[in-house]
């Protein structure tokens, strides 16, 4: 089955710790993505990767750290300097960044701050 | 900057109506738009991609229309079914990036 998976699916985090968020895709697609989903609000782009080893920051960076070592692999650090990091984590892929390319979306992790 | 409305917030129908979701946006330099659907704690399926030089993409049931020059798109639901009961976003790609609308809540009732 192609996809994008996620995990894990509930995450829970005491103040002060950093937390990895894993995003796997087998779609062989170039560009992968991660948002952020708060109730009532839009998805905010948190980053974006066009191609292996290299990563663009999106609108909301801040407390935020990836890597992308290989294509298939691009997890999201959510870092203690992340002031309110209780939200839906979704990631996305798709075949090249950019114009006409659709993007495609994993399951989610609900990571919730105790 | 980018803003996408989506109207209304939430919608409550009986099973059978015929439905149009509402999506604006103020900058009319796009490259796509897409509309997607959430179940609720699930992430999103996307539904129909409407290229810039589209005017309309139909899948099913389903029918999206894009008019770039006055920043609206509509999600036209025929004969809608208690299954189509879900959160329906559209989002617009601005170069590297999709901006999102927050979304019309849909229930469709038996």
């Known amino acids: 089955d192609g996809g994008i998976t996620q995990s894990p699916k509930y995450l829970f985090r005491k103040e002060g710790q950093n937390v990895t968020l894993s995003c796997e895709q087998n779609?062989?697609?170039?560009?992968m993505y991660w948002y952020r989903q708060d109730p009532g609000q839009g998805l905010r782009l948190i980053y974006y990767?066009?191609?292996?080893?290299?990563?663009q920051k999106g609108d909301i960076a801040e407390g935020y750290s990836v890597s992308r070592e290989k294509k298939e692999s691009f997890p999201l650090t959510v870092t203690s300097a992340q002031k309110n990091p209780t939200a839906f984590y979704l990631c996305?892929?798709?075949?090249?960044?950019?114009?006409?390319?659709?993007?495609?979306f994993g399951p989610g992790t609900r990571l919730t701050v105790l | 900057k980018q803003e996408v409305t989506q109207i209304p917030a939430a919608l409550s129908v009986p099973e059978g109506e015929n439905l149009v979701l509402n999506c604006s946006f103020t900058?009319?330099?796009?490259?796509?738009l897409q509309w997607f659907r959430q179940d609720p704690g699930k992430g999103l399926t996307s539904l129909l991609l409407?290229?810039?030089?589209?005017r309309e993409q139909t899948s099913g049931r389903l029918n999206a229309s894009l008019d770039k020059s006055s920043g609206r798109s509509t999600l036209y639901i025929a004969a809608s079914q208690p299954g189509d009961s879900a959160t329906y976003l559209c989002a617009v790609l601005n170069t590297d990036k999709l901006i999102f609308g927050t979304g019309t809540r849909l229930q469709v009732f038996p």
């Open positions: 779609l062989n697609h170039d560009a």
């Open positions: 990767s066009q191609i292996v080893n290299d990563f």
């Open positions: 996305a892929s798709s075949i090249v960044a950019g114009a006409y390319n659709e993007q495609f």
């Open positions: 900058d009319s330099a796009i490259y796509n």
């Open positions: 409407i290229q810039s030089s589209q």
